[in-house]
């Protein structure tokens, strides 16, 4: 194997990720913020910032797809004579004498050294705070006294992302600042409609500023080159229309060994209607001074700070690991959790492949996200339960996304992927589990926002469940509707129009026979999940009238479902089988091996191992998975979008790291563990970023959406990372089903499932208002519980039942 550079590496003391050279094969990100605004930033501190939603409220412009790449951000520049520098090397590109950015939980450290003054700026969002902070310390370890200029530069955006890049008639016109003291003001629109503004502040005088970005770069010049810190002279210059942004300029005397920190602000603020002027066209400032006097010292900010990491502290104290393998307790204890927490606050909407202005939150992925995260912060995950539930149709069907400023439900793409019902039940299921909450299922939820129009929430659950029954094809198997989890297997729409989208034209839904195995295996383990509840709910009838639609599923998949070695994909328009052996292409599919077998569907008769049997024949490569095989090498009219892929890449036969899960599941149900383990290490972050930095390209410490597969160019290397259901998937995946530790309405579940080689492990498990120290002996076994002590008396079953207080555990297998 040829040995790959390496970037940067694990801090696991730190809870950070150092990377120690810029020029890392693509920008490797971070996030900040963890409730209203947030921000990305790169590890050249390009990136940009919004309030809740990165279309509609975006505070800094950011240009996609640009050239050179990651062009634009939060930069400082240093004039030291004539060497002017960036800490992030970027924009400048001036070659540092040290360079290391730390990513750690919600905040980013970037530090730069050029001939003897280190800068070094922290990064973070303060908690409950609209504002990101960026305290940045200048350090003279030369023995000369220093006389720096320092620059500031942000680049405003003007407010609605989408418009912003294309509405140019209009946007050259509109920009508006105000400047009064060290503070630049934002107020593009705000004489109008918006009630709301955004400034740049800095806790020092300054000797100088800019607003206008022709007048501080230079129109022939670059973010690279900007004129006015070039020559070393800001021009004071005020922005109107054109491209607002805010620079500060200050001069800086350093003595040898002498520091000096500069606080950075980067606000947010909303005012009421009648509240929002001081005068004629001079903007209430009021609560912009109120937060930068919250955080306008060095004791403040690190006050603010130390909230931060304490907060990361408790997340990261509910559940913790100690198996003896760095690269897996590092995976579970920080940077699975951690990518978690950004899907649940992001969902798919901003990464450096999702440009914030195309996707609201998923109605599937929302739900998804939430097992990745319920355990961390149960009181948000109900209300987005009650937020997604809340964009529900009366029939159970759903919008597929909705807008997070808004809540309201999605009209351009619209409803139809007739597996989002069922994932309603599987979020719900997990909340009440890790909480014991079951008055969630009373609260009172509306369909699609209306008022008026509230069931409970136990209501939208069923009516979830008679959505797929009510929509049965032919072979008694759900009807795929626009798509199920795959989005782009589109069985009712054929389109010979580049110019339509493949979500939203035509779901021909008359005379079609589209039928959808994912679908049929989702609604069987959901639906055995409903079934428990309603039973522990009281609620037989209701539970025995949905066993007998899970019983009739299970009996259509084994007679229409089941290909000979592993399940079918799906019936097309006309009926025709998909994913079978009879096909030419794609024979065979990863959902739904993955679910039929997390449904345990056709196990007594050796289905379930037939299907995982198959899955590493046909599927498996050296990277994980892949989606389906062989590839489409061509474009076919009744599948849609899944063909239009070249081959090995995204949903055609990309290694779609959200569903090997599914599979590994399906493998620790069956209790295959050596199996589990090696499929599961071969998308485990760590074992990656210590093999593939350079191959796989993307940050080495997350999960990504899609590694190219076999088929592809260059199988191994990695797209779209960060934001996707693998983070809460390959967490559901490892904390339950490999380490075996699992929430239930009663108390934990033990049930390990191990390779061979597996030695003893301890978990710290915080459940409810219990604290459990699990320690598990393998003794070599791949799975199956033996003996359960809980505080030295032994456990009938493998539930640790459910008490309140500090519990030891030894289970032995
Ligand atoms: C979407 C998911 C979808 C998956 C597979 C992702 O980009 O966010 O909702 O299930 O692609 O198509």
Known sequence: MEQQKRYGHFDDQHREYVITDPQTPWPWINYLGNEDFFSLISNTAGGYSFYKDAKFRRITRYRYNNVPMDNGGRYFYIKDGDTVWNPGWKPC??????????????????????????????????????????????????????QLKLFSFEEWCLWNAATDMENFQRNFSTGEVEIEGSTIYHKTEYRERRNHYAFYHVNAPIQGFD??????????????????????????????????????????????????????????????????????????????????????????????????????????????????NDKLDRMVNIWNQYQCMVTFNFSRSASFFESGVGRGMGFRDSNQDLVGFVHQIPPRARQRIIDIASTQFPDGGCYHQYQPLTKRGNNDIGGGFNDDPCWLIFGTVAYIKETGDFSILDEMVPFDNQPGTEVTLFEHLKI??????????????PLIGRADWNDCLNLNCFSWDPNESFQTTENVSEGTKAESLMIAGLFVVTGKDYVALCKKLGKTDEAARMQKAVDAMIAAVKKDGWDGEWYLRAYDFYGRKIGSNENDEAKIFIESQGWCTMAEIGAEDGMVAKSLDSCKKYLECEHGMVLNNPAFSKYIYEYGEISSYPEGYKENAGIFCHNNPWVIIGECLAGRGNDAWSHYAKILPSYVEEKYQTLHKVEPYVNCQMVAGKD????????????????????????EFILGIKPDYDGIRIDPCLPETATDYTVNRKFREADYEITIHPNGQQKGVKSIVLDGKPVDGTVIPYAPGKHVVEVTM
């Open 712 to 735: 592809a160019f260059k199988p191994g290397e990695g797209k779209n990372s960060w934001l996707t259901g693998t983070a809460a998937w390959m967490w559901y995946t490892v904390s």
């Open 464 to 477: 979830s469940m008679n959505h797929v029954i009510n929509n049965l094809g032919p072979h008694l198997l």
């Open 93 to 146: 590109k001036t070659p540092l004498d040290f360079y290391e950015c730390r990513h750690g939980m919600s905040y980013t450290r970037i530090t730069g050294k050029k001939n003897g003054v280190e800068a070094s700026v922290l990064f973070f969002v303060p908690l409950k705070k609209w504002c990101e902070v960026q305290k940045l310390t200048l350090k003279n370890e030369s023995k000369e006294v220093k």
């Open 211 to 324: 607003t206008d970005r022709e007048t501080f770069v230079g129109l022939y010049n670059e973010f690279a080159d900007p004129q006015a810190v070039m020559e070393g002279k800001p021009r004071n210059s005020h922005a109107h229309g054109w491209s607002p942004i805010a620079s500060h300029y200050i001069e800086v005397t350093l003595q040898p060994g002498e520091s000096k920190d500069f606080v950075f602000l980067l606000g947010y603020i909303e005012n009421e209607q009648d509240e929002k002027f001081e005068a004629l066209q001079v903007i209430n400032k009021k609560k912009a001074h109120a937060l930068i006097a919250e955080l306008d010292t060095t004791e403040k900010v690190d006050k603010a700070f130390a909230e931060l990491c304490a907060l990361w502290d408790n997340l990261l104290n509910i559940y913790k690991v100690r198996t003896g």
